[in-house]
């Protein structure tokens, strides 16, 4: 993800994100955007995992789809 020519790995905000005391865990799933700055940020109590704990990030993806698609 860029913004202002600065690139941001989501593995980075993930970690930035975690600093935050109010903050258990994150997950960032970029998609293509306005100069690729998120306009939505989507809270979750907790993350659908794979067998091996890792974030099932198709899966976020598309339920923020369909909430996207339901409010237009």
Do not use: I, N, W
Request: charged share 30%; aromatic share 10%; glycine share 6%.
């Amino acid at each position: 993800m860029s913004t202002h020519e600065l690139k941001y790995y989501p593995r980075e905000l993930e970690d930035l994100l975690r600093t935050h005391p109010a903050v258990g865990d994150a997950c960032v799933v970029p998609r293509e955007g306005y100069y690729k700055v998120p306009d939505l940020v989507r809270f979750f109590d907790a993350f659908p995992l794979t067998g091996s704990g890792k974030v099932k990030r198709r899966e976020l993806t598309q339920v923020v789809g369909l909430e996207l698609s339901a409010t237009t």
